[in-house]
């Protein structure tokens, strides 16, 4: 059910595309495809569950899906406003209809994430447990049954339709957008950068 979903999703995203380009002929039209958007709050779901889990003492926050390189872009609230704000400012200026990523240049494995978080909360490189992805599906049935038992108490935020993506690399090339827009990410916004940030507040804030 939730493959199904996600598949249905990324079919309208598509048709929605479409429709915009076939509209484009009679008023102007921008599409602009988002990384992963987070802020210091940490308002990215996943995000905020690797980091939750991460620094905790549990056996089972060292677990890595795969050997940790599934990557995905992510991109700072304060930069995605500031390319928007540019994007309608510069309207006139801009061809009738084109595609945008907001989004820095690459992307960022979990494999990363976890070394840079790690290190911050507990100021040491904790060594993490790869998870074959052959055994991703059984240990996600596993963790399934225990929730079902109440042996454990929370709902695994894994799902089965996730495994697919198990060190797969979504890269992005946004070197056009940058040049059409003249915008480009600020360094100190980068995620590898801000996870300090993001950390702290988890620390003296945990409530909010």
């Given at each position: 059910t939730s493959f199904n979903a996600n598949y249905h999703y990324a079919i309208s995203k598509k048709l929605g595309?479409?429709?915009v380009k076939e509209y484009s002929d009679r008023f102007p039209c921008t599409i602009v495809r988002f990384a992963a958007v987070y802020s210091d709050w940490c308002e990215f779901a996943p995000l905020y569950k690797f980091l939750s889990s991460w620094s905790t003492k549990k056996i089972e926050s060292r677990i890595i899906g795969g050997k940790g390189e599934s990557a995905i872009p992510y991109i700072h609230i304060r930069d995605l406003c500031q390319m928007l704000k540019i994007i309608i400012d510069k309207n006139s200026e801009l061809p009738q209809f084109d595609v945008y990523s907001a989004s820095p240049n690459g992307s960022i494995s979990h494999k990363e994430l976890f070394e840079i978080s790690t290190r911050y909360f507990f100021g040491e490189m904790i060594k993490p447990i790869n998870l074959p992805k052959l055994l991703a599906y059984p240990a996600l049935v596993l963790r399934r049954l225990l929730q079902s038992f109440k042996i454990t108490c929370d709902e695994p935020f894994e799902q089965f339709w996730m495994i697919g993506y198990i060190d797969k690399k979504l890269e992005v090339d946004s070197s056009y957008t940058q040049e059409v827009l003249n915008w480009q990410p600020t360094?100190?916004?980068?995620?590898?950068?801000r996870l300090l940030f993001l950390l702290e507040k988890l620390k003296s804030h945990p409530d909010e």
């Open positions: 595309e479409e429709l360094a100190r916004y980068h995620l590898t950068r």
